[in-house]
């Protein structure tokens, strides 16, 4: 998959990426097999659906450079987010990757 270059606006981002029909949710999923975060393609979470689904097919998995660019790909979202942690946990979560948390694997859960 060829990777956007993310501009500045999330909503112009999003419309590079590709579409999530069929998507039920997202599982990330740490070192031992454990789901820790589930992200369901519902309203108000299509976005980070959207997000996560294109960083698993560019990337392979969320490490800190996936979650670099995923941050870059939220564009005006991300600094909301490193301003009210805790309102985007979405975000919160590549931002810790990005700061050195561990990678975790994405699943793509078909519906």
């Not at 097999?33 to 976005?47: D, E, L, S, Y």
């Not at 560019?58 to 490193?82: K, M, N, Q, S």
Request: glycine residues 10%; proline residues 7%.
């Amino acid at each position: 998959m060829i990777r956007i270059e993310p501009g500045a606006s999330f909503k112009s981002n999003l419309q590079q990426l590709p579409p999530i029909a069929g998507v039920a949710r997202i599982d990330l999923i740490d070192a031992q097999g454990a789901v820790v975060a589930t992200i369901p393609n519902a309203p108000g979470k299509q976005g980070s659906v959207a997000v996560y689904q294109y960083l698993r097919q560019a990337f392979g998995r969320l490490d800190a450079e996936a979650a670099a660019h995923g941050l870059a790909v939220f564009g005006e979202i991300t600094a909301d987010a490193r301003a009210q942690p805790g309102a985007h946990p979405n975000i919160d979560r590549l931002i810790d990757v990005a700061d050195g948390a561990p990678a975790l694997e994405i699943a793509v859960i078909a519906g």
